[in-house]
Nanobody, 115 residues
Framework: EVKLVESGGGLVQPGGSLRLSCAAS????????MTWFRQAPGKGPEWVSN????????HYRDSVKGRFTISRDNAKNTLYLQMNSLKPEDTAVYYC????????WGQGTQVTVSS
């Protein structure tokens, strides 16, 4: 059974940091490019970042460049998203998934940035 389980979300003040994790199982994680998406209340899904299968190539949406860092540990089958200098507009449910076919997604983790 394919599973992607996100964790690490929570409530943080503006300017704070969180590190999201995504534990993968049931497929050969090291063979897949991976992605983070987010969905804010009342809005559609929004791409955040991608990383290639080896971890050597990363891409970010403009609004998170310089603040977020995507990484992976293929030995631990885990994807990460380090989020620094968080802003209220980063509030969303964050989802990890495979960047391509087949498409696998986790259940999401809530990130709330508020004072």
């Amino acid at each position: 059974e394919v599973k992607l389980v996100e964790s690490g979300g929570g409530l943080v003040q503006p300017g704070g940091s969180l590190r999201l994790s995504c534990a993968a199982s049931g497929f050969t994680f090291r063979n897949y490019d991976m992605t983070w998406f987010r969905q804010a209340p009342g809005k559609g899904p929004e791409w955040v970042s991608n990383i290639d299968s080896g971890g050597g190539s990363t891409h970010y949406r403009d609004s998170v460049k310089g603040r977020f860092t995507i990484s992976r540990d293929n030995a631990k089958n885990t994807l990460y998203l380090q989020m620094n200098s968080l802003k209220p507009e980063d509030t969303a449910v964050y989802y990890c998934g495979t960047a391509g076919d087949p498409s696998y997604w986790g259940q999401g983790t809530q990130v709330t940035v508020s004072s």
